[in-house]
């Protein structure tokens, strides 16, 4: 994984070496909206001083990695957009917590990649700055809303990217690109500097391609944050640790309802079921479960992710920062003008739904239900895992779909089916590839885990990986021209 420690090349010469990649392969799946090569050979000089002077054992698990941050992250000395044409000048005034974890373990912040504006959609197509293309087929897309983390990683253009996963942003991309991607439990890494979607559900996690590189980023961004209280008083442990534990003794629960759920593609099943094989093959306990509550989680997701979203995009207002609409009559019509410029439709779409079910007359028929709903659904976790340790499931059901496919607001929202129920119950989840369709398309499997039980979830993860042995790459990456 690092070419820097092992002194085949300085971390300078990795960063010009990155940057061509990105020059010859990102025109085509326009993976980064920003390139921040000032702060990415400053931390570069960092790294080469301390290994000139025999001190690599102070610069950190992620010394010389080229990593991209997604444009929700704020970090001084590059913008932070969220995508969107509300945000489109701001200038990072401070630096998230993760990205401040990440800079002190070594890694070489390369660039701010793509998203669904404000992280709000399930393609990259949303974005400002135009659609992310899918590195395995440039008519697709790579899921979203950490869409451009997924394909900088798949693309090979960079190792590691950040990304953050409010009901699958982080799984779902994983799944589209055949990348390892991993959302921890909620709060496992600090949300602090990082643009909120909605606070009871958002989580910030790494996407790598191996499961070693996401474990060792973990180590690197996990741990207690004065400025999030989420993250108070959780134990850290070292998430590398059980990788090479094999699955012998392992507890996994197959999601029976969930490979049965309407609109599971054939192949992705098939995907799945042959994941669970291998793991038992190689030792683990496998039973079937079911989540009764389950078929209720895209509805009560929604309304809860769409109220809190509504409640923290009112900040934006033409008033403190961001854009602002010029020549108004007054402030209503600065409000009114600001906010329909700046905000894209899928935006403006969950506000008003989030404005809606939380008014007065609305709140107890849909808010109060929802999170109502929430409780039994995180309960139905809590039972699984009363006896499990791992549960296997579908990431999405389907393989990725074409560019401009999904125009029905609502046929877009049940691309998430399978991966909003662990939002909703605040735990661990990783998506990884379990092979390719017919087609050449990846196929993902998810693997879920109880609260801050990521070191077994890795391990789950680490054994299938070996298992699996999957090494296809896809035709549009770095050194390859299709």
Known sequence: MNKVLSKEMTARELVDATYDAIKNTDTDINAFVELTPDLAYEAADKVDARIKAGQSDQIGPLAGVPIGIKDNMNMIGSKMTCCSNMLKEFESVFTATVVEKILAAGALPIGKTNMDEFAL??????SIFGPTKNPWD????????????????????????????TGGSIRQPGACTATV??????????????????????????????????????????????????????DIVDFTSK?????????????????EA???????????????????????????????????????????????????????DGIRYGARAADTDDVIDLYLRTRKDGFGPETIRRIMVGTYVLSADHYEDYYDRAMRARTLISQDFDKVFADYDVIVAPTMPTTAFKLGEKQDPLTMYLSDTFTVPVNLAGIAALSMPSGLSRDGLPLGVQLIGGHFDEATLLQAAAALERSLAFDALPAHRVGARA
């Not at 959609?121 to 949303?126: F, I, K, Q, V």
């Not at 190792?159 to 953050?164: N, V």
């Not at 039973?287 to 900040?315: C, D, F, K, Q, W």
């Open 181 to 234: 991607a991993l959302k921890p439990t909620f709060g496992r890494v600090s949300r602090w500097g990082v643009a909120p979607v909605a606070g009871s559900l958002d989580q910030v996690g790494p996407i790598a391609n191996s499961v070693n590189e996401v474990a060792v980023t973990l180590n690197a961004i996990a741990g207690h944050d004065p400025h999030d209280a989420m993250t108070e008083g959780h």
């Open 262 to 316: 309407d609109g599971l593609d054939p192949q992705v099943k098939a995907g799945v079921e042959n994941a669970v094989s291998l793991l038992e093959a190689d030792g683990a306990k496998v039973g079937e479960i079911t989540l009764p509550h389950s078929e209720y989680a895209i509805s009560t997701y929604y309304v809860l992710m769409s109220a809190e979203a509504s409640s923290n995009l009112a900040r934006l």
């Open 121 to 126: 959609g399930s393609s990259t197509e949303t």
């Open 138 to 165: 440039l008519d697709r897309v790579p899921g979203g809303s950490s869409g451009g983390s997924a394909a900088a990683v798949a693309a090979r253009m960079v190792p590691i990217s950040l990304g953050s996963d």
């Open 243 to 259: 990788l090479d534990a094999g699955a012998k003794g392992l507890r996994v629960a197959v999601a029976k309802d969930l490979l």
